[in-house]
C-alpha cells in the first residue's frame, strides 16, 4: 500500500510562488515515477508534471513548462513542484500520484496506482 500526503497549497496573487509537498510511503522499491495532476470545478483532471523514481526524469505539461519545476527527494520519500509566475488558469486542487509500474505515457491518469487528496492552490487576479 501506498500513502501519499499533499501540502503546501494557499491562495496567492497572480504572478506569485507555491511550492507543493508530497509526502509518500509505503511500496518504494516498486515506484517507477511520481507526478502531479490538477482538476478545477468542472474540468477533467490534468497532468502537470512527473518525475521518474530512479532516473529523475522531469516531464511537464506545455502549459506549465518553464515556470514549474519538479524535484523529488529520494532519501526523504518526498517529491515536490515549485510553482512560479502563477496564473489564474492555475487554480485548481493539485494531486500528487505513484505510478508502480513502468509506463511510456506519465501524463495519463489511468498509469497511476495510488493518489493522494489534493491540496487547493487559488491564484487570484
Known amino acids: 500500500q501506498v500513502q501519499l500526503v499533499e501540502s503546501g497549497g494557499g491562495l496567492v496573487l497572480a504572478g506569485g510562488s507555491l511550492r507543493l509537498s508530497c509526502a509518500a510511503s509505503?511500496?518504494?522499491?516498486?515506484?517507477?515515477?511520481l507526478g502531479w495532476f490538477r482538476q478545477s470545478p468542472g474540468k477533467e483532471r490534468e497532468f502537470v508534471s512527473s518525475i521518474t523514481w530512479n532516473g529523475g526524469r522531469p516531464y511537464y505539461a506545455d502549459s506549465v513548462k518553464g515556470r514549474f519545476t519538479i524535484s523529488k527527494d529520494n532519501a526523504q520519500d518526498m517529491v515536490y513542484l515549485q510553482m512560479n509566475s502563477l496564473k489564474p488558469d492555475d487554480t485548481a486542487v493539485y494531486y500528487c500520484a505513484s505510478a508502480q509500474h513502468y509506463t511510456l505515457d506519465l501524463g495519463r491518469s489511468h498509469e497511476y496506482d495510488y493518489w493522494g487528496q489534493g491540496t487547493q492552490v487559488t491564484v487570484s487576479s
Open positions: 509505503g511500496r518504494t522499491f516498486s515506484r517507477y515515477a
